[in-house]
């Protein structure tokens, strides 16, 4: 009965750490305009809508973040061989893993950027000074609480995995969450919000997208702004109960039936949450919507 | 609406990047036996040089097969061409001396085996689709091998599945402190398919030029040997760990001086803190 207790303690502090790193995760990823938003910031440009938000794009966020996640681990695993405490191990594996994160970011705002040439799109040399160090700040809080998450699932909960490759896996789903959760926040409504609420993107709006802000012209950091508020903590929530309820289940129910009392608990949760979702989907739909039938919203 | 990629014309034959970076990248890796030859470690960062080398031909190669309208597609290309090589090099790995040999028929192999699927059975249809992602699984076969060098200082099946652990002051032989069983080649396989794949994500564009894109694939590839590099304290001695990353840390920085310059060639404008310039040709 302890080692229950002990584990569900480890499982809600592996879900606490979650739900800031996807947080920080979907912050970081809207200020450099990565996954979701990036196309409509590579495409306004050829539309003739010349802007000044930074566009870093480093593969797919779930890719991304798989390698920035395996990096901190695997250097921390490495640091952790040479004897060093874990804390500053993970301290200096995140460290280390922001700085390729930073050195990603900055060569592809330069290189899509110097590409778009033709279309009078100049480099603003300021968006990297200002903007590449907060994105490098957020990635690294994303990357040390994904780290530690998987350094205490290793030591706490005895996952056999080595902490690399638990890096691996755990970063792929740390970009994935934010990229489906957080993303259309800013893709789908902030770019767009002088587009009439749910009326879609027609192809006569593409790339015009929202250039100038309150006062002065919008950058990325406004952008983040937005995130920390809706869609980071959007995205936290997400991956915070992808990981709670994914070592709740192993952790209480690994004993019945040989193992699979976890695996059909997990099944049970999906289903669950399927019916919560389109429960929230339709009742949206009725409430917000202004369309009423659905060929019409996918206009 | 979709992105249209466009490259720039130009620049060098891709066959010829093919011949030096295949040559080049086989000579550097067997420059990595040097190790076993003299029983020393300090040659591993020959296989960081192997990986640059292999990684900017996989640019171009990348190149190549995107320009026939992949946008997303560029970021997978990374994934498939290391997917494969990683099989292969861990193959090959055990066959000893011949190891990047016998990785690179094997990794030809099952890349040749995903392009003719990808054409025939997924019907893409794309005239170099198996080339190239022949080349591309070779590309990524000697990147994971030479990554895997240059941490472990040899590319020997047997010394990369044992390390060494210290207990109660006793040096003892275990599979979890080495470079496979400490997962390690799942690292260098996410570093080298991002690596692999960056340079023309990020450069693609009607304004594309070959030398500032495989400049910043080389870039990719000495900022990948850094990380390495450091984890490489942890399996051998201090003095080569230590030159492999001052070779990392210089070969970076000037690739990343020489990127930044090719950017501002290219570059519309090179602005400081300046508002927007709407075109002449108005919005």
Request: proline content about 4%; hydrophobic content about 55%; overall charge negative.
């Amino acid at each position: 009965m302890e080692e229950i207790i002990f584990g569900i303690g480890i499982t809600a502090l592996a879900g606490a750490l979650a739900t800031i790193a996807g947080a920080a995760e979907d912050t970081e990823s809207d200020i450099g305009s990565q996954g979701d938003p990036n196309s409509q910031v590579q495409l306004a440009p050829q539309m003739g809508y010349i802007h000044r938000i930074f566009n870093k794009a480093i593969a797919g966020e779930p890719p991304a973040y798989g390698l920035w996640v395996a990096l901190g681990a695997g250097l921390a695993w490495a640091f952790m061989a040479m004897q060093i405490n874990p804390i500053l191990a993970i301290v200096l594996g995140s460290a280390l893993a922001v700085f390729v994160q930073g050195v990603y970011a900055t060569t592809a705002y330069l290189g899509r950027t110097a590409s778009l040439a033709k279309f009078e799109q100049p480099v603003y040399i300021d968006i990297l000074k200002s903007m590449t160090t907060v994105t490098m700040a957020h990635a690294f809080v994303a990357i040390f609480a994904a780290v530690a998450m998987c350094h205490l699932i290793i030591s706490a909960l005895g996952h056999p995995f080595p902490l690399p490759l638990l890096g691996l896996v755990w970063g792929i789903a740390l970009g994935a969450a934010g990229s489906a959760t957080g993303n259309p926040f800013y893709g789908k409504e902030r770019q767009y919000q002088e587009q009439k609420f749910g009326a879609g993107v027609p192809i006569s709006a593409s790339g015009n997208i929202v250039r100038y802000a309150e006062a002065g012209e919008r950058n990325s950091l406004d952008n983040g702004f937005f995130s920390a508020k809706l869609g980071g903590p959007a995205s936290g929530i997400c991956f915070g109960l992808i990981v709670f309820f994914e070592l709740w289940r192993t952790v209480v129910f690994e004993p019945i039936a040989a193992g699979w009392g976890a695996v059909i608990v997990g099944v049970v949760v999906i289903l669950i949450f399927a019916i919560i979702d389109r429960y929230i989907e339709v009742w949206a739909r009725k409430t917000f919507g202004p369309y009423v039938a659905p060929e019409e919203a996918s206009s | 609406m979709a992105v249209k990629i466009e490259v720039g014309a130009g620049g060098v034959p891709h066959n010829q990047i093919l011949i030096y970076g295949l040559v080049g990248s086989i000579i550097l890796i067997y420059l990595t036996y040097l190790n076993e030859v003299t029983n020393t470690e300090y040659f591993a960062f020959f296989g960081g040089l192997a990986c640059v080398a292999a990684l900017v031909w996989g640019a171009d190669t990348i190149k190549h097969l995107c320009s026939y309208g992949l946008g997303t597609g560029v970021p997978s290309a990374g994934m498939i061409a290391l997917g494969s090589g990683v099989i292969a090099a861990l193959f090959g790995a055990t066959t000893g001396v011949f190891a990047p040999i016998v990785a690179i028929i094997v990794a030809a192999i099952i890349g040749a085996v995903c392009g003719l699927l990808a054409n025939h059975v997924v019907r893409m249809d794309i005239p170099v689709m198996v080339v190239s992602l022949t080349e591309l699984a070779v590309v990524g076969a000697i990147s994971v091998l030479g990554l895997i060098a240059m941490v472990g200082g040899t590319f020997n099946f047997m010394d990369l599945i044992t390390g060494t652990t210290v207990v109660l002051g006793f040096t003892v032989q275990s599979y979890g402190t080495s470079v496979i069983g400490g997962s390690i080649v799942a690292l260098i396989f996410m570093l080298a398919a991002i690596a692999i794949q960056h340079a023309f994500n990020a450069c693609l564009g009607p304004n594309e030029m070959q030398d500032r894109t495989l400049m910043l694939a080389a870039e990719c590839g000495f900022l990948s040997m850094i990380p390495i590099a450091v984890i490489s304290f942890a399996f051998i001695a201090f003095v080569p760990a230590l030159i492999s990353l001052l070779v990392s840390l210089i070969g970076w920085f000037y690739t990343y001086m020489r990127y930044i310059e090719l950017s501002k060639r290219d570059a519309y404008a090179w602005l400081d803190a300046q508002p927007i310039l709407e075109p002449k040709g108005g919005a």
